[in-house]
């Protein structure tokens, strides 16, 4: 499985058109952040692909990125992990006003999970 490190995330391909990302603990995700993610979709994807959150670690992010985040061209769905309830309450991106609706979906099971992206990208 190919792993890619961002600098301030872990990227791998589960599928040809799945990646599970796994945020740093304690980082505060921002725009410059937003940026540099989103342009490692835009060169590794040119259909549609999604993208599981594993909520392993406790992390923050800035209004603009709260924003922006998800916001990209091919990005179908996007399941979020997580590992306690605490986490899930936490999790407010799919609450932000959004160009277009963020096909999100949110587990405690990660095969579940990834079943659902499956069937989102096809």
């Given at each position: 499985m190919e792993t890619?490190?961002?600098?301030?995330?872990?990227i791998s391909f589960i599928d040809p058109n799945i990646v599970e990302v796994?945020?740093?603990?304690?980082?505060?995700?921002?725009?410059?952040?937003?940026?540099?993610?989103?342009?490692?979709?835009?060169?590794?994807?040119?259909?549609?692909?999604?993208v599981l959150v594993s909520k392993k670690h406790e992390y923050s992010y800035d209004f603009s990125a709260m924003?922006?985040?998800?916001?990209i061209e091919n990005m179908e769905a996007v399941a979020v992990l997580h590992f306690?309830?605490?986490?899930?309450?936490?999790?407010?991106l799919n609450?932000?006003?959004?160009?277009?609706?963020?096909n999100m979906q949110h587990f405690f099971d990660r095969d579940k999970a990834?079943?659902?992206?499956?069937?989102q990208v096809g």
């Open positions: 890619v490190r961002l600098s301030f995330c872990e796994v945020t740093d603990e304690g980082i505060e995700i921002n725009a410059e952040s937003v940026r540099e993610y989103h342009g490692f979709y835009r060169t590794r994807f040119d259909a549609p692909f999604g924003l922006k985040i998800g916001d306690s309830e605490r986490s899930k309450a936490a999790h407010v609450k932000m006003p959004r160009p277009h609706k963020l990834l079943a659902w992206l499956r069937e």
